[in-house]
């Protein structure tokens, strides 16, 4: 079922996410966060962004195809994910979040990654990734620590963003109160 994606100012998007265990029901959440994501158009979305500060992130690359025809489409559900190991090499890569509504900007992350997450049947997997699918991992694991994309931004991009963001901070209280 389709939630409703809460935005930067809302303290639950701070908080760090609590591990989940076989008894939670995770495939719920896992499908609320699928239908969310399909639903706003975004390429990832983690729990913390629907007020769960459980540790699962989605990702659904298809709209990110349809800007590249080169890119092939994956999707995957990651629950408890860690990060091994990280490139020292970084790359830019201009980012959005769905939770900070019509600010995009540069972000230097590692171009690769060793990731460590279970898997919608709850299964261990580890792997090697690079490219969009490190990047976006980075990005929605950082959500399960209380971190934006926002936060990696060199001084001058904050400066440029700051109305913005204070305008959505706002906006958000406002919501809040209705
Ligand atoms: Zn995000």
Known sequence: MQQKI?????DRLRKCSDSVTIKDPFID????L?????????????????????SVFVIDTFPQSKFDPD??????????????????????FNEGCLSIPSIYEDVSRP???TVRYLN???EQVEETIDGIKARIF?????????VLFIDHLKAFQKVRIAYQL?????????????
């Not at 809460?6 to 809302?10: A, E, N, P, T």
């Open 29 to 32: 959440l896992i499908r609320n």
């Open 138 to 146: 980075q990005h929605e694991f950082d959500h399960l620590n209380g």
């Open 120 to 122: 919608e049947r709850f």
């Open 6 to 10: 809460i935005v930067y100012g809302d």
């Open 111 to 113: 171009e690769s990654i």
């Open 166 to 178: 204070n305008k959505i901070k706002n906006n958000s209280f406002h919501h809040s109160e209705l």
């Open 34 to 54: 699928f239908d969310t994501l399909n639903c706003y158009g975004g390429i990832g979305l983690a729990a913390p962004q629907i007020g769960l500060n459980q």
């Open 71 to 92: 890119h092939k489409p994956f999707k995957l559900a990651c629950l408890n994910p860690q990060i091994l190991w990280y490139s020292k090499r970084k790359t830019l």
